[in-house]
């Protein structure tokens, strides 16, 4: 049994504290895992939502805490108890979550490590046999030093885990699991592979039959059945290929400009997710940043999924007036962990990211200022009965002589003319005239 202790010890202990630390790295992330679990959809306690970044802190420090209090044998009783009442109550989260299919992702390990739910309830259930163990023999479990030392560890570890929340809500994550990092092209983290597996559904076929209902189950193919159609069910069997990057765009209300931006060298974007709770002290630093882009040349737009209103609003109140675009709120919380942040994206690669606390960091060096494409000057052909003509013969034309006009812009029949007559015009004017 003391083996068996010994190393259920080990096991739960350096778990909890790699779990603990993923999430405290981002309680941001965990918090938004949390406001969904909070909702009417899965919980239906949403007056806990406002909550949800406090108890973030709480639940992640205090899993870190319990984990290194069972690698150095700190309060044995209290740590055990308070490891199975842990363990428990997310056993019941994650089989709830699973088991009515309402949460796909737990948050057991944040970004780092996607499970599926009936993977993370599995996951617990194999814990809590551990910390079973660990209840059943917890007077094998002996500090690892003496009183002094383990008291000084425990405490310690309390404190880094605090600060270490606290440092990383106060400026970005230390470590950026999500397809946003710098070094990360979003554009490259939309495509999907040619050879990417494809979702796998199975469809329900209801059919009265003489009668009585019959459900044929297929791939898809409707089925061959003697009876009146009642309806159809589908269900994924199994998910298909989901590329890093998903709902994030640049629009407007009529038109899509993600590819676009998406091409452009020396772009600063300005993420809010919510402009009616941007923080302050950020939203004062805009102008300052603002200002030191155009110096610099660079191009610099914000993304929002608030409205009108309130983008003129905060325009007018903080005196800025780059463009705010639209992008989905649940994207952009995944790009940036601060309201607002600040992206450099160069051609969608993702050269800097930085908190609002950080914006006087970002370098914004001098960059050639992109030279404006030339306008194609328009070179018109102009032909009167199939012959070449000028543009002053066919304004002498009169009207009544006209039979039709042809105006060819583009398409086979101006490359073809150009072809035949080696020429680059860029308009045809095709004048036919009544015999």
């Known amino acids: ?63 870190v805490v319990l984990g290194v209090f069972l690698l150095i044998g700190y309060k044995p009783k209290f740590t055990v108890w308070s490891l199975l009442g842990m363990i428990v109550f997310f056993t019941f989260l994650t089989f709830y979550a699973a088991y009515f299919e309402k949460v796909k992702d737990c948050g057991c390990f944040g970004d780092f490590l996607k499970l599926e739910p009936w ?10 046999v551990l910390i079973v163990i660990l209840f059943i023999g917890v007077k094998h479990i002996k500090p690892v030093f003496g009183n002094l030392v383990t008291t000084v560890i425990g405490l310690l570890g ?90 994030f765009s640049i629009e407007t209300d009529t038109e899509d400009l993600t590819t676009h931006f998406l091409e452009q060298e020396h772009l600063v974007i300005v993420v809010s997710y919510s402009l009616e709770s941007i923080e302050q002290g950020g939203a004062l630093k805009l102008k300052a940043l603002q200002d030191e882009a155009r110096r610099n040349n660079y191009q610099i737009i914000g993304l929002t999924a608030s409205g009108k209103e309130a983008k003129e609003r905060i325009n007018g109140a903080y005196n800025i007036d780059f463009n705010w675009y639209l992008c989905d709120e649940k994207a952009l919380k995944t790009v940036v962990r601060s309201n607002p942040g600040i992206l450099e994206l160069s051609k969608g690669l993702v050269k800097q990211k930085v908190h609002w606390n950080d914006i006087d960091d970002l370098k914004l060096p001098k960059v050639d200022k992109k030279a404006e494409p030339k306008k194609l000057e328009e070179v018109i052909a102009y032909l009167v009965n ?43 004017i095709d004048v036919k005239l009544k015999p």
């Open 1 to 63: 049994m003391k083996a068996l202790v010994s190393i259920s010890r080990i096991l739960v202990g350096v778990l909890f504290i790699f779990s603990g630390f993923i999430k405290l790295n981002d309680p941001l992330g965990f918090s938004y895992k949390l406001q969904e679990y909070f909702s009417p959809d899965v919980l239906n306690i949403p007056f806990l939502e406002p909550y949800a970044l406090i108890i973030s802190v709480f639940v992640v420090v205090f899993e």
């Open 119 to 128: 993977e993370s309830f599995w996951k617990d259930v194999a814990l809590l």
């Open 158 to 247: 309390f404190i880094l885990s605090l600060w270490f929340g606290y440092h990383v809500l106060m400026h970005l994550p230390l470590i950026d699991f999500r397809a946003y990092a710098i070094g990360k092209n979003i554009q490259e983290g939309m495509l999907v592979p040619e050879d990417a597996p494809k979702p796998i559904q199975e469809y329900s076929w209801k059919f009265n039959v003489n009668g009585e209902e019959k459900v044929i189950k297929t791939n898809g193919s409707y089925p061959s059945v003697e009876g009146d159609f009642i309806g159809v069910e589908t269900k994924v069997i199994q998910e298909g290929y989901t590329p890093p990057v998903v709902d």
């Open 386 to 428: 199939d012959e070449p003509s000028t543009k002053q013969a066919v304004e002498a034309i009169n009207t009544d002589r006209i039979e039709s006009v042809n105006v060819i812009k583009n398409g086979s029949a101006l490359n073809e003319y150009n072809l035949d007559n080696n020429t680059s015009f860029t308009g045809i």
